[in-house]
């Protein structure tokens, strides 16, 4: 897979993202692209949600981030996430959002 | 050599397969012919029906993500729309890009008129419809929405027809004369999520994730008004969550009925197809997003949004009952039959492969190597009012 490289590099320059096993990493990295990509397009500029790119995602807080993946925003199309991702996982997301362009 | 040999070595071809004209060596008639999404490398893998077998890739259509693609009606092109703006021109028969423009920022989807003259693009950023030649891609109408179009289908007498997700509207656009003339005609609810011509041009049906319900319009009257129905549907039990829209392209006009996915529930609904009422509800194994009629037979097939997407259903329109539960593969995203229904081609995302199962004994009898395939379209859309 040719994203894995990258995502090592990502993981050995930051040990804050080490929480999270590599291989479950790049599962995570496949789902945010592909799955979030369904409705946030697949280079995050955004579809039926808002664009998720960095610059998107610069002035929200990670707490919040975070707390948007799991709980999802009530009333509109974008889903919680919590029945399918753990915390640390939800957290990995935002971070990866929140600084890889 | 041996077949397996040959296999892999046609496998191998393919992976790193440089793009081949399907014209060089012998004529290519486009009946048996189909196009593949490939969402994340921006391509598209023209196929063979008739060889189970794919012909040639096509690279550089841009952001496929949600890509779909309607057809000339001599078979000869696809117009692919992609989710960055991208409309591209497609030539089955010379295996290349014939036209390519990048017209809007964000767009989802789009439609050819009933004379072939026109294809209508509905954009998500800046919202609207925009028109244009088919032969040259020149930008012929441009009509502003005031948010997301969604649903956009062709109409006869060379109309569009589209709803917009923000604000619920529903638009005609006549483009029969020297002006287009675009009318509302009504309010489908809140948040429309995507829409569907019947078969016969009839019925516009419009369905709902901000609320509860479906929306038909009746096109053959010359004052459609909005009707709804569904209104109530699982009113018990906790709703859940949608991980991926549900897609209306593929609803399914089954005996006399309406199959429908439930939105929030795991269950597809039946309606009549005359009252608007609703007849039956099948709990199925996941949020549906597609249900297809499987041609000239009772049944529908049904796939699912996350977490269950490695699962297909096959429901009996008459008993309402699921009769088989396939696992082809990881992350199935699309279902496209054969005109005639002998068999049906998935797009397994995840296991990059496209999986040919026989509809009479639901076995798989080939796979094709695509990557990261999504919707699989075959040529004989081109004859189809709504697609």
Known sequence: MRSAPTLLALLAAWPALAGIPTDRAVELEHMLLQDCGSCHGLTRKGGLGRPLTRSALETMPSEVVVAIILDGIPDTAMPPWRPLLTEEEAAWIADYLKTKE | ?????????VFLGLAAMPVVSVAEDRIQATGSLGVV?????????????????????????????????????????????????????VDLVEGKIAARIVQAGNSIGGAISDDGKLVAVSNY????????????????????????????????????????????EVFLGDFSGAEPRIEMIGNAGQMPFDAVLTDDAHTY???LFGEKGVTAFDLWSDRPEPRRFLTDYGKE??????????????????????????VGRH???????????QVAATPVAGQPVFIIEQPASPYVWVNFALPDNDTVQVVDSRTHQVVDTLKPGKSILHMEFAPRGAEVWLSSRDDNKLVIIDTATRKQVAEIPAQSPSGIFFTNRAHQPGL
């Open chain 2, 37 to 89: 999404i490939e969402r994340a490398t921006g391509s598209v893998l023209v196929v063979d029906r008739a060889n189970r077998a794919a012909l040639n890739r096509i690279e550089g259509l841009g952001d496929l993500s949600h890509a779909s693609l309607t057809y000339s009606p001599d078979e000869r092109f696809a117009y692919v729309f992609a989710r960055d703006g991208g409309l591209t021109k």
């Open chain 2, 267 to 277: 269950e597809i609904l039946w309606v009549n197809r005359d009252s608007l009422e």
């Open chain 2, 1 to 9: 050599m041996r077949p397996a040999e040959f296999a892999a070595l």
């Open chain 2, 237 to 262: 039990g906790q709703d859940m969550p949608v991980y991926k829209m549900p897609h209306l392209q593929g609803w399914a006009f089954a005996e006399g009925q309406f199959a429908l996915p439930a």
């Open chain 2, 125 to 168: 950023e800046p919202g609207g419809v925009k028109v244009f030649d088919a032969g040259t891609l020149a930008p012929v109408a441009d009509i502003p929405a005031s948010g997301k179009t969604i649903g956009l289908v062709d109409v006869p007498g060379r109309r569009f027809a589209w709803a917009v997700w923000d604000s619920g």
């Open chain 2, 205 to 207: 049906l419009v369905g």
